[in-house]
Each structure stands twice: as C-alpha cells, then as structure tokens.
Nanobody
Framework: QVQLVESGGGLVQAGGSLRLSCAASGRTFSKYAMGWFRQAPGKEREIVAAVRWSPGTTLYATSVKDRFTVSRDITKNTVSLQMNSLKPEDTAVYYC?????????????????WGQGTQVTVSS
C-alpha cells in the first residue's frame, strides 16, 4: 500500500520561502514519477512540478519556474519542493502524488496515489 505524507506547509509573507516534503512508502519507486499539485479555493487542481524518480528529470509549471525547485532523495524515499519568492497567488493546498512513469506528468487524473495535502498561505 503506497502512502504519501506531506509536511512543511504554513503561513509566510510574500517574498518568503517554504520547503515541503513528501515521505513515500509502500513501494519501490524507481519506475515512478512524483508530482506536486496545488488547489486554491474555487479553482481546479493544477500541476506545480514533477520529478521522475529515476533519472531525476524535472518539469515545472510556468508560474513557478525559477522560483520553485523539486528534488528527490532516493536514500530517504522523500520528494521535496523548495518554494522561494512566494506570492499571494501561491496560496493553496499542496498535494504530493505518485504514478508509474508513463504518459503525461501534468494530468492529475493519471496519478494513482495522493497525500492528504498541506496548506500553504502567503500573505501580502
């Protein structure tokens, strides 16, 4: 049974930083891709960033590129999202998700496993 547990959300002022972590268990993830999604009130869930467990290639939404960095630690089975230069529009619940590495990495419907989500609030 795959389990994904996020941590690291909170309240931060605009321009600040937060680091989200996702602890993954229950599977060997070498053939998986891990995604970070977010959902703001009244909006659809959207891709933020994704990383292929092996070889570690990444992709980012245009809105976060050059501000956010996604990474994975193979030894600890964790995926992190370093968020810098945060803006009020980054406020959302952030979710970690996993899927077998095939097809689109940006389609939330293609991910099989999800964490419970962690709230990120950026004040202006």
């Amino acid at each position: 049974q795959v389990q994904l547990v996020e941590s690291g959300g909170g309240l931060v002022q605009a321009g600040g930083s937060l680091r989200l972590s996702c602890a993954a268990s229950g599977r060997t993830f070498s053939k998986y891709a891990m995604g970070w999604f977010r959902q703001a009130p009244g909006k659809e869930r959207e891709i933020v960033a994704a990383v292929r467990w092996s070889p570690g290639t990444t992709l980012y939404a245009t809105s976060v590129k050059d501000r956010f960095t996604v990474s994975r630690d193979i030894t600890k089975n964790t995926v992190s999202l370093q968020m810098n230069s945060l803006k009020p529009e980054d406020t959302a619940v952030y979710y970690c998700a996993a899927k077998l590495f095939m097809g689109s990495l940006t389609d939330s419907g293609s991910y099989n496993y999800w964490g419970q989500g962690t709230q990120v609030t950026v004040s202006s």
